[in-house]
């Protein structure tokens, strides 16, 4: 797997899952090479750990983000390279998001593996459109990824639609397999922490946890947090989390005059997280876009009353009026008044998250959805052992030897019909060819 995050350095959902998914995979006796950057130098795994290859892109400067993803993708490449001359052949390849997509390519076409990939979230979907040319590219690399894979997994089936409806992607070479959460983390918990470090004894907390970028809506949280305290809520709003939108949050809880009823802990601790969102009157995801919200799951693992915006993964996520209270998105007063209802009615809080921890426990497991992933690859593999893009590899020979018949009938493709040129021709928008099965 290539991901461009990874505990402890992650910044989003999508470390979480590589980690999570990879370790569930290989509890269940999946060799997982996790390839990542990250500071530790040594490759840990076996007995039913994933290994992690942390790597360090490049130490030369890039001037911006894109060429830094591009020397990223080349040392990820390296590394695997790497591995597949130390440990053999590998079967198939998985790529999380166009972050990881030139390696995931690269390593398809250089190892003839078929290449599955996640895409998490779109560049489209994040800013509401495409704006600029940066966004273009990016929005053309994840059209690219999912045109060079063989099959592509969204974490919803809002998602599925996004990805379907952007890139025009085929139905069946989409699948649909849930994000999820270890409940047990969710229980550890640290004496001598006191709820008196973020509100006042008299004051209700109101939790809210997440990248601080636009889309996660917590402008629109801090809207709601003023409505709440000009109708005599005393409430105390703690935001944990980093991002690039801080410094405007910040700057926004000061113009609304609420700056001393909203706490910026910056990133928090597991355990800390565990005590907040216990203490939480409600946990709120109040985003804008949301492709799935692992938050979410976590603040019902944790037995929180949840708040969530019905948009994208959460409305599939969040039953509303049994697991949490929905809302529109964007819609303060509305969401004040949700917030309101978990305040005064400690029944409904409770019932919610009573529901909230069931729900997790029987459908967000990681080690069915790590299941459900393995899935995919058996039903990969299968169709790329009859495919003719496997039958041989670069110079033309066969590769496997139950090529030769024991199989079944195979037709015998000559080398010149693998087509191995880079998919450049068609553009966003085209059609989808994919490998093998989608030829
Ligand atoms: O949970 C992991 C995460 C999602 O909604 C989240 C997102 C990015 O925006 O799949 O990926």
């Not at 269940?28 to 942390?54: L, M, Y």
């Not at 894109?66 to 490449?77: D, E, P, T």
């Not at 109101?206 to 636009?214: D, E, K, P, Q, S």
């Not at 706490?263 to 203490?279: A, I, M, P």
Request: net charge neutral; glycine share 10%; charged share 25%.
């Amino acid at each position: 797997m290539f991901t461009w995050e990874y505990p402890p350095d992650h910044v989003g959902g999508l470390g979480k899952h590589v980690c999570q998914l990879s370790e569930a995979m290989a509890a269940q006796g999946t060799e997982v090479h996790v390839i990542a950057p990250g500071k530790q130098d040594a490759d840990s795994g076996g007995d039913g750990r994933p290994f992690v290859h942390h790597i360090t892109p490049y130490g030369v400067s890039s001037p911006d983000f894109l060429s830094w993803v591009l020397q990223l993708n080349i040392a990820l490449g390296e590394r695997a390279a790497r591995l597949a001359r130390e440990q053999g052949d590998f079967d198939l390849v998985h790529a999380h998001d166009w972050l990881a997509a030139f390696a995931g390519r690269a390593f398809k076409h250089a190892f003839r593996v078929p290449l599955v990939a996640t895409i998490h979230a779109t560049e489209a979907g994040r800013n509401a459109g495409i704006h600029n040319r940066q966004q273009a590219y990016i929005s053309d690399v994840e059209w690219w990824l999912g045109y060079e894979a063989w099959r592509v997994i969204c974490c919803s089936q809002h998602m599925k639609r996004e990805v379907m409806g952007i890139f025009n992607i085929p139905d069946d070479k989409v699948v649909v397999v849930p994000n999820g959460v270890n409940r047990e983390e969710f229980s550890i918990a640290d004496r001598a922490l006191s709820k008196r470090a973020f509100a006042a004894d008299d004051q209700r907390l109101v939790f809210f946890i997440g990248r601080l970028v636009r889309e996660k809506g917590v402008h629109v949280l801090l809207e709601a947090t003023r409505i709440l305290l000009q109708q005599g809520d005393n409430i105390k709003l703690v935001v944990a989390g980093t991002g690039p939108y801080e410094e405007e949050l910040k700057f926004m809880a000061a113009s609304l005059g609420i700056f001393s009823h909203v706490y910026f802990t910056g990133k928090v601790s597991d355990k800390t997280r565990n005590h907040l969102y216990r203490w939480a009157d409600a946990s709120v995801c109040p985003s804008l876009y949301e492709p799935f919200g692992i938050v979410a799951l976590e603040a019902m693992a944790a037995g929180s009353g949840l708040v969530a915006s019905d948009v994208g993964g959460l409305s599939e996520v969040v039953e509303h009026e049994v697991t949490g209270l929905k809302v529109p998105p964007g819609d303060a007063p509305a969401l004040a008044r949700a917030i309101s209802r978990l305040l005064h009615d400690r029944r409904l809080k409770e019932n919610l998250a009573r529901r909230g921890q069931k729900v997790v426990k029987q459908d967000y497991s990681w080690s069915g959805i790590a299941k459900r992933t393995l899935e995919v690859y058996d039903r990969v593999l299968s169709e790329y052992r009859h495919s003719p893009w496997k039958a041989q590899d670069q110079r033309g020979q066969r590769r496997f030897p139950y090529e030769s018949g024991a199989y079944g009938r195979r037709r015998r493709v000559p080398a010149e019909a693998v087509d191995d040129r880079p998919a450049q021709t068609a553009g966003p928008g085209g059609q989808q060819a994919g490998d093998g099965s989608h030829s």
